[in-house]
């Protein structure tokens, strides 16, 4: 098999935009996944929300999420001309609300935290929201109305993602990656030059890049201290149908806490409802269960009382992947040939604009730009004893 430029192990959302990005610069790229497409994004909400979810002291992640959320109409829209694909990406805000006062005053404090980083919120009071969203539970206390936090659904993404890859010469190794190849002889030391399938065979190239999420780390071959431990941190959802009748049920994402849970509500074009989700540590598992379900529908029944009488479509569960800070990897490693897109936690669906372009400049160019510069994996480097 001839070398490519750049190889990708892992056909998720994220290792796709990287390739797709990565061949738009004239690079050849293959991929290795047993099932491009497939991962996290099948399950994601695919709520699109810097603002909305900031947290505290997380001011650089805040700034990777606001530029992938700037880039997300124009990277879509690209995607929908080269492949007739839909997206689903909807321009509809969002709406955080306080089911108590200890909630209020959280949101009150966010608000104020939007304000002095210069982020757009509008503080609005119960009425007002349910003004908004006259389906909200009458106890709602008050919210805050994001207009530029929207979403796009990751099914639909991934599709369209895989066509442009194709459409691009992209070539897919429909198998799983069993060992890391490294060049021990070079005379400037140990270096990535590919991967050993499971069938067999070898595929090398310039760069791979790893992409697995939270398998990243355990690929046969990574020599210690390359990557860290990537957790995988199980979120149960669940998906409804609005029926016509319904329409519109909700128009934009909803979302709050309750009992301490992050819990939210993106309501689709096509009539789909997707409420989410559990965060579970329980290794790589993704067991629906009668608890996690029950957990989210008695919840997102005390913020909109009205989904009861919606019909259940699907339950299902994916493996958000945690890097030790929750932030993600991006660039290269301490391993010559390796790159990481991988780490993305919460934010995958977001990131995947701004991580496909920061690496294919990065493997176009060998310049990392300054935006991955909180985030490259050397952050995390443990010297291994020789
Ligand atoms: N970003 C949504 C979640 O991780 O549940």
Redesign the pocket.
């Known amino acids: 098999m001839a070398p490519t430029d750049v190889l990708v192990i892992g056909g998720g959302i994220i290792g796709l935009g990287v390739a797709w990005r990565t061949a738009q610069r004239g690079l050849s790229v293959a991929v290795v996944d047993p099932s491009p497409g497939g991962g996290a994004a099948q399950v994601?909400?695919g709520?699109l929300?810097p603002v909305t979810?900031l947290q505290y002291g997380e001011e650089p992640l805040l700034r990777l999420g606001v530029a992938s959320n700037e880039r997300y109409g124009a990277f879509a829209a690209e995607l929908t001309e080269l492949t007739g694909l839909d997206t689903g990406y909807r321009r509809t805000g969002t709406l955080a609300v306080a089911l108590d006062s200890d909630d209020r005053e959280e949101l009150r404090e966010l608000h104020a935290f939007h304000g002095r980083l210069g982020l757009e919120s509008q503080w609005l009071t119960g009425r007002e929201c349910r003004r908004l969203e006259p389906m909200l539970a009458p106890g709602v206390r008050g919210g805050l109305h994001v207009a530029e936090d929207h979403q796009v659904d990751g099914r639909r993404l991934a599709a369209a993602l895989v066509a442009a890859c194709k459409l691009l010469g992209v070539a897919f190794h429909r198998t799983q990656a069993a060992e890391l190849l490294v060049d021990r002889d070079g005379a400037d030391g140990d270096r990535a030059i590919g991967v050993r399938l499971l069938t067999g065979e070898q595929l090398t190239a310039g760069r791979t890049v790893l992409a697995a999420g939270s398998r990243s780390h355990l690929l046969p071959g990574l020599p210690d201290g390359v990557l860290p431990a990537i957790r995988p941190?199980k979120?149960q959802?669940v998906r409804l149908r609005i029926p016509k009748l319904y329409a519109p049920f909700l128009s934009r994402n909803v979302r709050a806490v309750v009992r301490g849970q992050?819990l939210?509500l993106v309501p689709r074009a096509d009539g789909e409802l997707v409420i989410?989700?559990t965060?579970e540590e329980m290794g790589h598992d993704t067991t629906v269960t009668a608890g996690g379900v029950y957990e989210l529908l008695r919840d997102a029944h005390e913020l909109v009382p009205g989904i009861t009488e919606l019909p259940l479509v699907e339950t299902g569960a994916g493996l958000?992947p945690g890097s030790p800070d929750n932030a993600p990897l991006l660039g290269p490693t301490a391993l010559p040939g390796l790159a990481a897109a991988t780490g993305h936690?919460?934010?995958?669906?977001?990131l995947t604009p701004v991580t496909a372009d920061l690496l294919a400049d990065y493997l176009a160019t060998g310049e990392l730009s300054p935006l991955a510069a909180d985030f490259t994996p050397d952050r995390f480097r443990t010297e291994v004893p020789a």
Do not use: D, K, P, S
């Not at 936690?345 to 977001?350: A, D, S």
């Open positions: 994601a909400a709520m929300a979810e941190v979120g959802v992050h939210y989410g989700a965060t958000r936690y919460r934010n995958g669906v977001l």
